[in-house]
Protein backbone atom coordinates (compact mmCIF):
# COMPACT_ATOMS: atom_id res chain seq x y z
CA UNK A 1 0.00 0.00 0.00
CA UNK A 2 1.59 3.30 -0.81
CA UNK A 3 0.35 6.93 -0.74
CA UNK A 4 2.45 9.48 -2.53
CA UNK A 5 1.69 13.18 -1.75
CA UNK A 6 3.48 16.34 -4.04
CA UNK A 7 2.80 19.57 -5.31
CA UNK A 8 4.45 21.14 -2.17
CA UNK A 9 6.47 24.19 -2.64
CA UNK A 10 6.84 27.85 -1.77
CA UNK A 11 4.55 30.43 -2.68
CA UNK A 12 2.94 33.64 -1.52
CA UNK A 13 0.30 34.49 0.28
CA UNK A 14 -3.32 34.77 -2.15
CA UNK A 15 -1.15 32.25 -4.22
CA UNK A 16 -2.66 28.90 -5.54
CA UNK A 17 -1.08 24.96 -5.10
CA UNK A 18 -2.16 22.35 -6.14
CA UNK A 19 -1.58 18.99 -4.43
CA UNK A 20 -1.97 15.22 -5.52
CA UNK A 21 -2.36 11.93 -3.93
CA UNK A 22 -1.31 9.18 -6.11
CA UNK A 23 -2.43 5.65 -4.60
CA UNK A 24 -1.21 2.39 -4.89
CA UNK A 25 -1.84 -1.75 -3.43
CA UNK A 26 -5.53 -1.17 -2.66
CA UNK A 27 -8.30 -0.28 -4.31
CA UNK A 28 -8.36 3.14 -4.36
CA UNK A 29 -12.31 3.22 -4.84
CA UNK A 30 -13.40 1.25 -2.11
CA UNK A 31 -11.66 4.28 0.29
CA UNK A 32 -11.93 7.56 1.50
CA UNK A 33 -9.07 10.37 0.96
CA UNK A 34 -8.47 13.35 3.63
CA UNK A 35 -5.93 15.70 3.87
CA UNK A 36 -4.57 16.47 7.11
CA UNK A 37 -1.51 18.79 7.60
CA UNK A 38 0.66 19.86 10.34
CA UNK A 39 2.75 22.90 11.32
CA UNK A 40 5.77 23.03 13.36
CA UNK A 41 5.13 22.59 17.14
CA UNK A 42 1.18 21.85 16.44
CA UNK A 43 -1.03 18.78 16.24
CA UNK A 44 -1.65 17.27 12.67
CA UNK A 45 -5.17 18.67 11.53
CA UNK A 46 -7.59 17.60 9.20
CA UNK A 47 -8.02 19.73 6.65
CA UNK A 48 -10.67 17.98 3.75
CA UNK A 49 -11.93 14.40 2.73
CA UNK A 50 -13.87 13.15 -0.27
CA UNK A 51 -16.13 10.00 -0.24
CA UNK A 52 -14.68 6.87 -1.92
CA UNK A 53 -17.47 8.03 -5.41
CA UNK A 54 -16.23 11.63 -4.71
CA UNK A 55 -19.62 12.31 -4.09
CA UNK A 56 -19.57 13.67 -0.84
CA UNK A 57 -16.53 16.19 0.37
CA UNK A 58 -15.96 18.07 3.75
CA UNK A 59 -14.12 20.77 4.88
CA UNK A 60 -12.34 22.15 8.14
CA UNK A 61 -14.21 25.94 8.27
CA UNK A 62 -10.34 26.91 8.58
CA UNK A 63 -9.92 26.24 4.42
CA UNK A 64 -13.76 26.67 3.66
CA UNK A 65 -13.95 28.59 0.67
CA UNK A 66 -10.50 28.24 -0.22
CA UNK A 67 -9.96 24.66 -0.67
CA UNK A 68 -11.61 22.12 -2.68
CA UNK A 69 -10.78 18.39 -2.43
CA UNK A 70 -11.53 16.11 -5.69
CA UNK A 71 -10.32 12.46 -7.06
CA UNK A 72 -10.21 10.90 -10.27
CA UNK A 73 -11.17 6.94 -9.67
CA UNK A 74 -9.32 6.40 -13.03
CA UNK A 75 -6.11 7.75 -12.39
CA UNK A 76 -5.86 6.33 -8.88
CA UNK A 77 -5.10 9.79 -7.74
CA UNK A 78 -6.61 12.86 -5.46
CA UNK A 79 -6.08 16.36 -4.97
CA UNK A 80 -6.61 19.23 -2.67
CA UNK A 81 -6.83 22.44 -5.01
CA UNK A 82 -5.60 25.46 -2.76
CA UNK A 83 -5.90 29.06 -3.07
CA UNK A 84 -6.06 32.63 -1.52
CA UNK A 85 -3.44 30.64 1.15
CA UNK A 86 -2.35 32.49 4.30
CA UNK A 87 0.94 32.28 5.82
CA UNK A 88 -1.49 30.18 8.84
CA UNK A 89 -1.62 27.53 5.75
CA UNK A 90 2.29 26.65 6.31
CA UNK A 91 2.66 23.12 7.45
CA UNK A 92 3.40 19.55 5.76
CA UNK A 93 0.40 18.04 4.48
CA UNK A 94 -0.13 14.02 4.35
CA UNK A 95 -2.66 12.50 2.37
CA UNK A 96 -4.32 9.34 3.90
CA UNK A 97 -7.10 6.80 2.84
CA UNK A 98 -10.14 5.26 5.10
CA UNK A 99 -12.58 2.76 4.91
CA UNK A 100 -15.12 3.61 7.77
CA UNK A 101 -18.04 6.52 7.83
CA UNK A 102 -17.46 9.98 7.55
CA UNK A 103 -18.86 11.52 11.37
CA UNK A 104 -14.86 11.30 12.56
CA UNK A 105 -13.11 12.15 8.79
CA UNK A 106 -11.39 14.72 10.89
CA UNK A 107 -9.62 12.37 12.94
CA UNK A 108 -5.95 10.97 12.17
CA UNK A 109 -6.99 7.99 14.55
CA UNK A 110 -9.90 7.27 11.61
CA UNK A 111 -7.08 6.21 8.68
CA UNK A 112 -5.34 3.36 7.99
CA UNK A 113 -3.10 4.28 5.55
CA UNK A 114 -0.80 7.57 5.05
CA UNK A 115 1.34 9.27 3.05
CA UNK A 116 4.74 10.70 3.44
CA UNK A 117 3.90 14.53 3.62
CA UNK A 118 4.46 17.61 1.21
CA UNK A 119 5.71 20.99 2.40
CA UNK A 120 3.63 23.71 2.25
CA UNK A 121 5.19 27.11 2.75
CA UNK A 122 3.47 30.35 2.49
CA UNK A 123 5.59 33.56 2.70
CA UNK A 124 6.42 36.42 1.21
Known amino acids: VQLQASGGGLVQPGGSLRLSCAAS????????IGWFRQAPGKEREGVSC????????YYADSVKGRFTISRDNAKNTAYLLMNSLKPEDTAVYYC??????????????????WGQGTQVTVSS
Open 96 to 113: AAHSRGYANWYMSSEYGY
Open 25 to 32: GFTFDDYA
Open 50 to 57: ISSSGSST
